[in-house]
């Protein structure tokens, strides 16, 4: 089946630094790919969908200018949380779907546990 | 606007019991997936089925199985013989574009 890979699979940071996350289809073209959050013990809440290519669409409630999404390429989408704050903290799983083997279906990667000190 | 509803928050079941988790999916959309996903312990999604709305044959996989009925907007997923391996949370999942999940069944299987 379909990869998705994500980087890194935790990170800790202080509060009011900013964090990274590569989300990587590894053996397909991901034209779309969504950023979920997970709070403990909670289901996946999603936070925003990108095309590849263009501007991401946050769902209501999500800061756009905290979480900056950038999908520039068909195989590689970025997260970054901006000044993170103890709040931001939760586990960030991507998935991604695309042409080929994905395509209808979503595919997920491994998840990114972020805690901000 | 879709909704996806996992009445049940816990089940314990003893090792070999079966056990049927119940998912119910409200859409007014016509075309659909529903989904189901294992999350172990690890935190990593694991991808079990996609079905279409159109599809209502049920289907066998193992020890897994899945009842789709459109009439009562119903996907329910059945393990048989339950192994201590299956503990995990279950998330049932629908959407087209864009994914709903619901908030997850938490199975423990007892030895």
């Known amino acids: 089946g379909a990869v998705v890979s994500q980087h890194p699979s935790r990170v800790i940071c202080k509060s009011g630094t900013s964090v990274k996350i590569e989300c990587r289809s590894l053996?397909?073209?991901?034209?779309?790919m969504f950023w979920y959050r997970q709070f403990p013990k909670q289901s996946l809440m999603l936070m925003a969908t990108?095309?590849?290519?263009?501007?991401?669409?946050?769902e209501q409630g999500v800061e756009k200018d905290k979480f900056l999404i950038n999908h520039a390429s068909l195989t590689l989408s970025t997260l970054t949380v901006t000044s993170a704050h103890p709040e931001d903290s939760s586990f960030y799983i991507c998935?991604?779907?695309?042409?080929?083997?994905?395509?209808?279906?979503?595919?997920f990667g491994p998840g990114t546990r972020l805690l901000v000190l | 606007a879709q909704k996806v509803t996992q009445a049940q928050t816990e089940i314990s079941v003893v090792e070999k019991e079966d056990v049927t988790l119940d998912c119910v999916y409200e859409?007014?959309?016509?075309?659909?997936?529903l989904f189901w996903y294992k999350q172990p312990p690890s935190g990593e999604l694991v991808f079990l089925i996609r079905?279409?709305?159109?599809?209502?044959q049920n289907e066998i996989s193992g020890r897994y199985s899945w009842n789709f009925q459109k009439s009562t907007s119903s996907f329910n997923f059945t393990i048989t013989a339950s192994q201590v391996v299956d503990s995990a949370v279950y998330f049932c999942?629908?959407?087209?574009?864009?994914?709903?999940f619901g908030t997850g069944t938490k199975l423990q299987v007892i030895p």
């Open positions: 079905r279409n709305s159109f599809d209502e």
């Open positions: 999942a629908g959407g087209y574009q864009k994914v709903t």
């Open positions: 990108s095309n590849e290519g263009s501007k991401a669409t946050y």
């Open positions: 859409t007014r959309d016509t075309t659909y997936y």
């Open positions: 053996d397909f073209q991901a034209t779309t």
């Open positions: 998935s991604a779907r695309g042409r080929g083997l994905a395509e209808e279906t979503q595919y």
